[in-house]
């Protein structure tokens, strides 16, 4: 089955500066990544997603890249503020009638 | 409804109390999955419904979980003889092509 890794499990970085989450994943048949934002008490929301047919997607201040070679992903948010603290999450799915398979998580904390 | 809810929202159980919490998912959502979030990690799959399906309960991590979906709509997830270890929130999720709608959770502690 599908497994995702998903790294740094912890980044710190200043107002204003870019933070960058990478993520792998080992079935090739996958073809569809999302990401979620996860604050305190609150469900995962999806914050953009992209599919294989793609390798880059843009949305204001966040950016996805998707190498289906190497098999990873990764999310770019720009020009970071404090509430884009929370935790983040990756995923990965193959067809619309499996699960979605998650990564661990990157605790994102923005320092004023 | 206009988006998945789950109940109850917050669930103190005994150690060896049965819980059963509950999805009503988006209607018309056929798809319907059950994911157990412990603290500090990435939400787990348990098991999946197509209407009233089970179609795969193979993260269902012992048989003390047991799901079901009688009617394709409303799902329940059941857990006998409640352990520390099941203290998690229990997320659940349905699908519409490939977007996932999340309910806010069921939040279990076992004391």
């Known amino acids: 089955g599908e497994n995702v890794e998903q790294h740094p499990s912890t980044l710190s970085v200043q107002e204003g500066d870019s933070a960058v989450i990478k993520c792998t994943y080992s079935d090739s048949a996958s073809n569809y990544f999302p990401w979620y934002k996860q604050e305190l008490g609150k469900r995962p929301q999806l914050i953009i997603d992209i599919r294989s047919n793609v390798g880059e997607k843009k949305d204001q201040r966040i950016a996805v890249t998707l190498n289906k070679t190497a098999k990873h992903f990764s999310l770019h948010i720009t020009e970071t503020q404090p509430e884009d603290s929370a935790v983040y999450f990756c995923?990965?799915?193959?067809?619309?009638?499996?699960?979605?398979?998650f990564g661990k998580g990157t605790r994102l904390s923005v320092i004023a | 409804g206009a988006g998945v809810s789950q109940s109850p929202r917050y669930k103190v159980a005994k150690r060896g109390q049965d819980v059963a919490l509950r999805c009503d998912p988006i209607?018309?959502?056929?798809?319907l999955f059950w994911y157990q979030q412990a603290l500090g990690q990435g939400p787990e799959f348990l098991t999946y419904?197509?209407?009233?399906?089970?179609?795969?309960k193979s993260g269902l991590p012992s048989d003390r979980f047991f799901a079901e979906r009688p009617e394709g709509s409303v799902s329940t997830l059941k857990i006998q003889r409640t352990q520390q270890e099941d203290s998690a929130v229990y997320l659940c999720?349905?699908?519409?092509?490939?977007?996932?709608?999340f309910g806010e959770g069921s939040w279990l502690t076992v004391v």
């Open positions: 209607s018309g959502h056929v798809s």
């Open positions: 995923a990965a799915i193959a067809s619309g009638n499996t699960p979605l398979v």
């Open positions: 419904f197509q209407n009233e399906a089970q179609l795969d």
């Open positions: 999720a349905t699908q519409l092509g490939n977007t996932i709608y």
